[in-house]
């Protein structure tokens, strides 16, 4: 069995992947080399567009060979993955070489229920394997991923299910057929902490119980030194660095590893000057909901907080706890059942946690921050000074003038970011909420950004609502924190009295999962 453990299940050389979108083919993948043995974790990290997920397809055989992957070999034991015929290839999808993908909720077929999609595979690799059959080993998954109501989550469609439990069913599907190799892509991105350790722990127990080869990709450096063993480094489409997990956290060679390192969010913090005690915000005994079908669904119960100039609130909570539905009424996108909402001087504006969503792809940075400045009301004779607006929040969320010009595909995930933030602040607000402004960022981009935001409320005295399910982040920066459960706030208080004195359990789970 040692033997066996050692000889390579799967070895990628000299892979090149190119982009040939463009006149000229742009390669996206320099010569990546991986080998895999039986039962090992490695981790892929590396910020947006390393090419992490491109190599991570490849290997799965998702990529059109021909057309995208220009050179090398990915050898499965005997077979090489990359040239042999697809009807082979298809055999190896899905039964020896599995995938789980990021969001779920894309991936998951919306119009059919949970058993059928669960069951994928072993219609297509064993067909031998009648429905009975199939509909027992389905069952079987679920329960082995942690889903005790089997039954009915086999019955249920994907947006019945919570986020977390989307992401187990998607480990179920990947797992029925028992694979050799697991990819997971992402799995844990935007996913509460307390359900990111369910996840990891999850995929520990595949590996310790099944043997399974898995290959993460992330880029939380902090679940990667729990789950892997050893880790390889990617940027600008190569290999920087790689080594056993604990020596290149510890010892970090390549001075891009050494920043990434350096960049992960940990229990040190500036503490925020706040000398302001001017109240901008009081909510009191606050209840709201949404209406449903002529009824209304409660969400917040007796909500009681302030908000004042120029701090940082942290709001907290796993998803569905009522966090962005606060964030909704306090800006008057719902209307309340019961309780106050008090605003003194209060001008508010939004940061959502997708930038590509929220800006109008088919538009330039500066067409989408002129519609914000104006509202759609141009006057030619305003030009001058609505673009002289433009420059000027764009040098806030320091941007070069030039991306003006650009679209939103045009930009990285944090240049996304930085104009979505600059659109916010272009109406001059004296307010940010910010709905999970870093979540789905790297952890590179994710400290600039926070820089970012600090800067607006030291330099420009700007408040702000920081909405975010990493208690890391809101320790870095907040002042005060509000910890949300069910629709209710639980505990609230100074960073540091929440962090190291909490009163509530719930709190300690969360801090716990959190690493704090």
């Not at 290997?59 to 050179?71: E, F, T, Y």
């Not at 919306?110 to 080993?137: K, M, Y």
């Not at 209060?346 to 800006?359: E, I, K, N, T």
Request: hydrophobic share 40%; aromatic share 4%.
């Amino acid at each position: 069995m040692g033997n066996e453990q050692k000889r390579p299940l799967l070895q990628v050389e000299d892979l090149q992947i190119e982009f040939r979108d463009h006149k000229l083919p742009e390669t996206a993948v320099h010569d990546f080399d991986l080998c895999l043995t039986r039962g090992e974790i490695v981790g892929i990290v590396g910020e947006s567009g390393a090419g992490k997920s491109l190599s991570a397809l490849a290997v799965a055989g998702l990529l059109k060979r021909h057309s995208v992957i220009r050179d090398g070999k990915i050898l499965f034991e005997d077979t090489d993955l990359l040239h042999c015929d697809r009807e082979t290839l298809r055999g190896f999808q899905g039964d020896e070489i599995s995938v789980i993908f990021q969001e779920p909720m894309s991936s998951l077929n919306p119009v059919h229920r949970i058993g059928r999609q669960v069951e994928e595979s072993l219609r297509i690799h064993h067909p031998d394997i009648d429905a009975a059959g199939r509909r027992s080993r389905a069952l079987e998954a679920l329960r082995s991923v942690g889903l005790s109501d089997a039954e009915r989550v086999y019955d249920s469609y994907p947006h019945e299910l919570s986020g977390g439990m989307r992401q187990r069913v998607m480990i179920a599907a990947a797992m029925i057929a028992e694979p050799k190799v697991l990819i997971a892509d992402e799995p844990t991105t935007a996913l509460d902490v307390t359900v990111q350790a369910q996840i990891i722990s999850l995929l520990k127990e595949i590996n310790r119980t099944k043997h399974t080869t898995i290959l993460f990709i992330s880029h939380d450096l902090s679940l990667v030194r729990q789950l892997c063993h050893r880790v390889i480094v990617m940027k600008d489409g190569r290999i920087v660095e790689e080594g056993e997990t604990e020596s290149l956290f510890v010892h970090p060679k390549a001075p891009y590893t050494q920043e990434l390192i350096a960049a992960i969010p940990g229990i040190d913090r500036k503490i925020p000057v706040h000398n302001d005690n001017q109240i901008i915000l009081h909510v009191s005994n606050l209840d709201a909901g949404y209406r449903e079908l002529g009824h209304t669904r409660q969400i917040l119960h007796d909500i009681t907080f302030s908000l004042k100039a120029g701090e940082i609130l942290g709001l907290a909570g796993e998803s569905g706890s009522g966090k962005s539905t606060l964030a909704r009424t306090i800006l008057g996108l719902l209307t309340p059942m019961e309780g106050t909402i008090e605003k003194r001087d209060f001008r508010p504006a939004m940061v959502f946690q997708d930038p590509y969503g929220s800006l109008n792809p088919a538009h330039t940075v500066e067409w989408i921050l002129t519609e914000a400045l104006t509202g759609g009301r141009r006057r030619r004779e305003r030009a001058a000074e609505c673009r002289k607006a433009v420059i000027d929040a764009m040098e806030q969320v320091e941007l070069p003038e030039s991306f003006l010009a650009r679209r939103p595909s045009e930009l990285s995930g944090g240049q996304r970011q930085r104009v979505a933030i600059a659109e916010a602040l272009i109406s001059g607000p004296n307010v940010l909420i910010a709905d999970e402004p870093v979540s789905a960022l790297d952890v590179t981009v994710q400290t600039q950004i926070i820089a970012l935001l600090e800067k607006l409320r030291t330099q420009a005295g700007i408040a702000i609502l920081l909405i975010a399910h990493d208690l890391r982040v809101i320790y870095k920066v907040c002042d005060r924190v509000l910890i949300m459960r069910d629709g209710r706030i639980v505990e609230s208080g100074d960073v540091e009295q929440v962090y190291f004195h909490p009163q509530e359990q719930y709190t300690r789970d969360l801090l716990r999962a959190a690493g704090v």
